[in-house]
């Protein structure tokens, strides 16, 4: 059965309806039931970008529907998106990137029968962007047709006139690149980093492995999102490409992506494969073990690429210490570290052609989850304040509470006594503790040394003085 072109306009015909359907009888004109969700099938063959953006005579809504079955994609309209963002107000704020803001609402079953109760990422089309209806479509077709745990669920879109929407599932984990390259974050476990490598890498298998495969093009830490469990999830399908089919052996195109994660040969040429994913995997992969970015400008010349800077040191074990991420501090796998740096060094090959399959990749990743003996076992050290401590203590509060009750020379003492604790803790300032919600009397009773304790770790991570 040969497919009829279809055109990006009957994807979402309600889409800039007065320009571009055409008028049809009055008999015609009876009102129809609005679609609201695709129609679900039993069996289905992925429609391909190329399919919608061919321009050839449309199909119809209903034909549409046939076509991106099982997709489950609610239209909403954008009333409804201000009404769960509150107006796309900025206490919903959660980010921006390319294709424009994106905000955080709440849906369930009184928006749309049927629609489970959770929270959403609203994302919402810079019309000044450098993005536009484009990768708005590419988003809607691939994500509205493919479904695996590690990529980001599309719950639905909004199209009206200029504006386009498109609403996911909500990450609360956020991005791979805020947890790794963000000043005050904590740092990523060594077990969590590997599990989120090996999630990212299922998501980029399940692509090139599909029946259609499909080249995601635009692998990079930011598009790596991680729910409560720090399960990775591919998002921001925008520059997305159907893979070659038959004979061919790549795809030419215009050259698109992140700077540092675009496979060389790709920037050369625009001759685009799967092996263009696996090169960018290659780089996030080396960002999770050194904690650096692909591209950084403030550090010295010969070390602002990373790829460059880190190279030579990928085969050779004893060089690990030297780009292994410091804020690790120590607590990982050398032998698991060797590994994945040498599974690295193999995804950043020149010849596209020597690079890994993502199963391989999978494949070693997994295995590398079960090296845990050679991780060191940290140690918490506490030292318990002796008997002559807690009696010097109970006399300074005894001195303390007379101190209140006596003549005005006393009571200085007592006072230079409590600035000595707290200048002690670091913190100059009795404002600067009671920021952090510790009261200038709790220096003075008998736990002190434990307020001590908490109100430093909070005011020396805070910079306070």
């Known amino acids: 059965m040969v497919r009829k072109g279809l055109e990006w306009r009957s994807l979402v015909p309600e889409c800039l309806r007065s320009s571009f359907i055409p008028k049809r009888p009055a008999a015609a004109l009876e ?66 990137g390319g294709f424009g803001p994106v905000h955080k609402g709440k849906v369930d079953d009184k928006l749309r029968p049927g629609l489970r109760a959770q929270p ?95 080249i995601y093009r635009d692998f990079k830490a930011s598009n790596i999102l991680l729910d409560s469990d720090y399960t990775a999830k591919l998002s921001d399908f925008g520059l997305a ?12 195109t215009r050259v698109m992506g992140t700077q540092g994660y675009a496979a060389p040969e790709y920037v050369m040429t625009g001759h685009l494969t799967a092996k263009s994913d696996v090169y960018s995997f290659g780089v996030v992969l080396l960002e999770m073990l050194t904690g650096r970015r692909s591209v950084d400008k403030t550090r010295p010349s010969r070390e602002q690429n990373l790829v460059d800077w880190a190279r030579s040191s990928l085969n050779d074990p004893r060089k690990m210490a030297r780009i292994i991420d410091p804020k690790l501090e120590g607590q990982y796998s050398p032998k698991a570290a060797h590994k ?74 007592a006072a230079g006594r409590y600035d000595r604790r707290r200048r002690s803790v670091g913190v100059r300032s009795p404002k600067a503790l009671t920021k952090f919600g510790f009261s200038d009397t709790s220096l003075r009773n008998k736990d002190y040394a434990r307020v001590y304790q908490n109100a430093a770790a909070a005011a020396r991570s805070h910079g306070a003085t």
Request: proline share 6%; net charge neutral.
């Open 31 to 96: 009102p129809k039931k609005k679609i609201k969700i695709v129609a679900k099938q039993s069996s289905f063959q992925r429609l391909s970008y190329s399919d919608v953006s061919n321009p050839a005579s449309p199909l119809s809504p209903e034909d549409l529907s046939t076509s991106l079955v099982g997709s489950n994609l609610y239209v909403f309209t954008l009333a409804e998106l201000r009404l769960i963002t509150q107006g796309f107000s900025s206490g919903n704020f959660l980010g921006e």
């Open 241 to 252: 490409k159907d893979g070659p089919e038959g004979d061919d052996t790549h795809v030419s």
């Open 340 to 413: 994945a740096a040498q599974l690295a060094y193999q995804c950043l090959r020149h010849n596209p052609k020597s690079r890994p399959l993502m199963s391989a990749v999978v494949d070693t990743l997994d295995a590398l989850l079960a090296l845990t003996d050679d991780i060191p076992v940290a140690h918490f050290v506490y030292t318990a304040p002796t008997e002559a401590h807690l009696t010097k203590r109970q006399e300074d509060d005894h001195r303390d509470e007379a101190a209140k009750k006596s003549s005005s020379p006393a009571r200085d003492k």
């Open 120 to 214: 959403v990422a609203v994302k919402l089309l810079d019309l000044e962007g450098a993005q536009g209806h484009k990768e708005w479509l590419a988003e809607v077709i691939f994500l509205g047709q493919l479904r695996h745990p590690h990529l980001v669920k599309l719950i639905g879109y909004c199209c009206e006139e200029e504006q386009r929407t498109l609403v996911y599932e909500f990450m609360p984990r956020g991005s791979l690149e805020n947890h790794l390259f963000k000043r005050f974050s904590a740092s990523l476990p060594w077990l969590t980093r590997l599990k989120i490598a090996v999630g990212a890498a299922k998501g980029l298998q399940f692509l090139h492995e599909a029946e259609k495969p499909v």
